[in-house]
Structures are given as C-alpha cells and as structure tokens.
C-alpha cells in the first residue's frame, strides 16, 4: 500500500518510506524461532524513527495471521510497546487493522471463473467471517488505539461494504495479488479511505503558495 500512499503524498510534496525486513513483525524483542535478525532490525529501527525530528507519522502495519498463535501474547506485547515508544516520542501512529484474507488465491480463482462465464463480482467473503476471524485482533488493536491515541486505518471499510469483501470490484480491478497481498490496484482504491490529516500539511498548505512563481 506504500506506493498508493507514496503517489498520494508526492501530489503534497511530501514522501513516504517503507521498513521492512521479511517475516519481522514490527514488534519488539519477538522473532520466530527460524530468525535471528528481527529483534536487532526493530530495535534499531525504532531508536531511528524516535530520534528522527523528520519523520512524524508512522503507520505500524502487521499480519497477525503469520505468527503461531503460541507467540501472540508476546509477539502483541512487542508491538504494544513499539507503539507506545512512538506516542511517547510525539509521533502520529496509525494502526493499519488486518485486511480480509480470501482462503484461496483471488487471480487463479478469478480467471478459472471467467473461463466458465461466471459472475467474478461474486468472489470474495464474508464481511461476518472477516470479523470472527480477526475478533481477537481487532479487540487488540481497539485498546491500543485507546492508551495511546493512535489513529485506526480499517482497510475492511475500503475493501468491503457492508457485508461482502470481494476479490474484484467492477470498475476498479482485481484488488488482490494474492491471497495475502493487495494489489497496487487494491491499494490504490483503499487509501480512498486513509486519514491524510494524520500527515503534517501539504507544502503549500503552509506557505499559502499554489503554482508557478512568476518570474
């Protein structure tokens, strides 16, 4: 979603960077066992954005579903703390909750689909499941946001009406890459719906300019 976001932000002269690692939540002093990198990547990656004077909003984003389910407590109390490090530095946080997860893979499924003169608009699932899927999560996220003022991004409000999450929206495109993964035409539809006031305000919000000086 980064580059939805990127090509938002560069219509205010403004930029964003993605962290990654792979498979490295970001979560303080957790890693699965089959890391070795994530607990030092975090830790300085945090030490980094609170001390830069630059940045000052971050977007902390997670896949809960990857982790095993023996690590969530620790793997939350990581990210708990990671966000609380970031309030308490005077950042803007904004948790990004889960996204739908379809159980199989939206292009295969789509094109198999179209291949039989199916309705593609009919893929996809349940807002419902979504919901009971995510509950813990949600419930997690929810009183994170409360301690710490955090600003919520529910990609489901973009990506789902009020009872359907499809794979394939008419007129906008295949919103999946795979079963884990938005598209970039996915990502872009959804940051429709990001908070910018999060974001400091566009460049020429601040100096009244608009437009070409004259010479």
Not at 13 to 35: E, F, H, K, R, V
Not at 164 to 176: A, D, I, S, T
């Given at each position: 979603?980064?580059?939805?976001?990127?090509?938002?932000?560069?219509?205010?002269?403004?930029?964003?960077m993605?962290?990654?690692?792979s498979?490295?939540?970001?979560?303080?002093?957790?890693?699965?066992?089959?890391?070795?990198?994530?607990?030092?990547?975090?830790?300085?990656?945090?030490?980094d954005?609170?001390?830069?004077?630059?940045?000052?909003?971050?977007?902390?984003?997670?896949?809960?579903?990857?982790?095993?389910?023996?690590d969530?407590?620790?793997?939350g109390?990581?990210?708990?703390r990671?966000?609380?490090?970031?309030?308490?530095?005077?950042?803007?946080?904004?948790l990004?909750?889960?996204?739908?997860?379809?159980?199989f893979?939206?292009?295969?499924a789509?094109?198999?689909?179209?291949?039989?003169?199916?309705?593609?608009?009919?893929?996809?699932?349940?807002?419902?499941?979504?919901?009971?899927?995510?509950?813990?999560?949600?419930?997690?996220?929810?009183?994170?946001?409360?301690?710490?003022?955090a600003?919520?991004?529910?990609?489901?409000?973009a990506?789902?009406?009020?009872?359907?999450?499809?794979?394939?929206?008419?007129?906008?495109?295949?919103?999946?890459?795979?079963?884990?993964?938005?598209?970039?035409?996915?990502?872009?539809?959804?940051?429709?719906?990001?908070?910018?006031?999060?974001f400091?305000?566009?460049?020429?919000?601040?100096?009244?300019?608009?437009?070409?000086?004259?010479?």
């Amino acid at each position: 979603i980064v580059v939805a976001l990127g090509e938002q932000l560069a219509k205010r002269g403004q930029s964003i960077m993605q962290i990654t690692s792979s498979a490295c939540p970001p979560s303080l002093n957790y890693q699965m066992a089959d890391q070795d990198l994530c607990i030092a990547h975090n830790r300085s990656t945090l030490d980094d954005l609170v001390e830069d004077d630059r940045i000052h909003t971050v977007i902390v984003a997670e896949n809960f579903a990857r982790y095993p389910l023996q690590d969530q407590p620790r793997f939350g109390a990581g990210l708990a703390r990671s966000v609380e490090a970031l309030a308490a530095a005077g950042k803007t946080v904004v948790l990004a909750y889960p996204q739908p997860i379809p159980w199989f893979e939206p292009p295969s499924a789509l094109g198999l689909m179209a291949h039989r003169g199916e309705n593609i608009e009919t893929l996809g699932i349940t807002r419902l499941r979504h919901n009971t899927d995510n509950r813990d999560e949600i419930l997690f996220l929810d009183d994170l946001a409360r301690r710490t003022g955090a600003v919520k991004f529910r990609l489901v409000d973009a990506l789902c009406d009020a009872t359907f999450c499809p794979v394939y929206k008419r007129g906008v495109g295949v919103l999946y890459f795979n079963a884990n993964h938005i598209s970039v035409t996915g990502a872009r539809y959804a940051v429709s719906r990001f908070p910018f006031s999060v974001f400091p305000p566009a460049r020429d919000e601040l100096t009244g300019f608009k437009g070409k000086p004259a010479d």
